[in-house]
């Protein structure tokens, strides 16, 4: 198979990547199904050990975003004990309604083949870069949000997750209304890297 790509475009769409919030998407504009099922497919193509394939996704939109809104925040005042808070509460309603799309993530655990957990949520990371990216490409926003009820084990059921599963985290999309920096906060890669090109 001969094949040649633009890697030129392609760095640009991962350096362009930025989380952009429900706040800057245009509200009540809806992303078509087709672009949606196309960066479910592209997740569907992450790297994974032993071909397990360990993401799992419910995406809410229309009617399901209020009905998300409301499930997630009767969840987190049901089960957040001590640490509630009214506004977090209030935010967790709101925030749904802003987006086109909400995409809870999750980590199925293959019952036949049990890999080192790490690895089942590695890929399942590595399905959310995939989605990421095809965002950008079509110009659109996103993000991964852990907050709210991510890690309430009591959340796990609604999302057809069972114990040894985990869910971790919703990622929000829209169409972008406000501008937003495109410019990249990390440090040089250069101090993140060790290169060994000699034998000792
Ligand atoms: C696993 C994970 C969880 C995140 N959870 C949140 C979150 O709960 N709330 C939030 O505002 N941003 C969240 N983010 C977004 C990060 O804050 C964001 O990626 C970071 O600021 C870098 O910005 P960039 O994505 O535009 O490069 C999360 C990102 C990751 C990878």
């Known amino acids: 198979m001969e094949v040649s790509y633009n890697a030129a475009q392609f760095n640009s769409i991962v350096k362009n990547r930025r989380s952009i919030y429900p706040y800057q998407y245009e509200k009540g ?99 959310v870069q995939n989605m990421f990216l095809t965002v950008t490409a079509y110009g659109l926003g996103a993000y991964l949000s852990s907050a709210g009820i991510t890690y309430f084990e009591e959340a796990k059921p609604f999302f057809d997750l069972g114990a040894d599963d985990k869910l971790l985290g919703f990622f929000y999309i829209g169409y972008v209304a406000k501008p937003f920096d495109q410019s990249s906060k990390r440090g040089p890669i250069q101090k993140k890297v060790k290169w060994v090109d000699k034998n000792g």
């Open 29 to 127: 504009k809806v992303i078509p199904d087709d672009i949606i099922w196309q960066i479910l497919e592209n997740a569907n193509h992450a790297p994974n050990h032993k071909q397990t394939e360990p993401w799992r996704f419910t995406v809410f939109t229309g009617d399901g975003l209020k009905y998300f809104g409301e499930l997630q925040a009767h969840i987190y005042k049901k089960y957040s004990g001590n640490s509630f808070n009214a506004g977090r509460y209030q935010k967790l309603l709101d925030y749904p309604l802003m987006a086109s799309h909400v995409i809870a993530i999750g980590m199925k655990r293959n019952e036949a083949n049990k890999l080192p957990e790490i690895e089942e949520i590695e890929a399942t990371a590595c399905a």
